[in-house]
């Protein structure tokens, strides 16, 4: 039973595409007779005072967190508030290095991947850049740079040569950075598969003549792939391995037509998924949300 169920959701002060998910998930939860209310995080929502945690919502069931705070997502959590997905969850995902590094070791194919130094100088000298000869040795050109934190495409650059790596790294080092091979038949081409309650729901292909980012600007478009093994089996790996509730797992193919994973997002985007597919992810994701929050209060 869910009478009397109450739900937050908290979105980023930068709404964005989270705009499709309030606009899909309110009238679904109202459907149920469950009342959701949206917050924006704006650094109000909670605060230390007096040694405790201050929390500045009302109480809930559950939080849908629609940010990547992990600070308010803690603060959350340790006053008592059930969270889709929870705050490790999201570390986890939005670190792209802490991605590869929980699933090294786990039988998952990943892109050839080295973490970048952090450097906390003003002014870059030639022994920072020595750095960059082993990245180059280790993967070749071209090669990506990619910010460890970042999505829909931004912070990712790809380095043609020594001096435009050089160049690359220049302007963004003062960020946590990892470098990868560059998989150049995946170039513009990638897999979404979704996951709802720790099951493949569906997939669909990114493709973008136009940029080697799939996912990236307004040339890129989608067709769904129904019922493929190879994929299904993948994805249900990482799933079983990382105990995945809720996320979009992107994939790409090597040189061999082989899948290999490209990174994990805890708080995937489904508006183009909704589209391409014809799968009510809305629906799915209350289904999830209630069933886990009734299972708890059992």
Avoid: W
Avoid at 251 to 269: G, K, M, P, R, W
């Amino acid at each position: 039973m869910h009478k009397n169920m109450n739900g937050l959701i908290i979105v980023n002060q930068s709404i964005g595409h989270n705009q499709y998910k309030i606009d899909r998930f309110l009238p679904e939860f109202a459907s149920r007779g469950i009342k959701v209310e949206v917050f924006i995080n704006d650094g109000t929502l909670a605060e230390m005072k007096d040694g405790n945690i201050v929390i500045n919502l009302p109480k809930a069931d559950f939080v849908l967190y629609l940010d990547k705070d992990i600070y308010l997502a803690r603060m959350l959590e340790k006053s008592g508030y059930h969270l889709f997905n929870n705050a490790d969850f999201i570390k986890l995902c939005d670190d792209k290095v802490l991605t590869y590094i929980r699933c090294a070791n786990e039988g998952i194919r990943m892109i050839e991947t080295i973490a970048g130094p952090l450097v906390y100088v003003d002014k870059l000298e030639d022994k920072h850049y020595k750095f960059l000869d082993k990245v180059s040795d280790e993967l070749g050109f071209p090669l990506i740079v990619k910010k460890v934190y970042g999505s829909l495409g931004e912070g990712v650059y790809i380095a043609k040569n020594k001096e435009n790596l050089k160049e690359i790294y220049s302007n963004i080092y003062r960020n946590p950075l990892l470098f990868q091979k560059y998989i150049s038949t995946s170039k513009g081409r990638s897999i979404r598969v979704l996951v709802i309650d720790h099951k493949i729901v569906g997939a669909f292909e990114r493709c973008n003549p136009s940029d080697f980012r799939s996912n990236y600007g307004d040339t890129a478009t989608s067709r769904e792939i129904k019922n493929n093994v190879k994929i299904n089996e993948f994805a249900a790996k990482i799933v079983q391995k990382l105990d995945i509730l809720y996320a979009g797992i992107d994939l790409l193919y090597d040189e061999n037509e082989e899948l290999i994973l490209c990174e994990i997002n805890s708080n995937a985007f489904f508006e183009e998924f909704e589209k391409v597919t014809g799968i009510d992810v809305a629906k799915l994701y209350v289904d999830m949300v209630i069933k886990e929050i009734n299972n708890e209060q059992k």
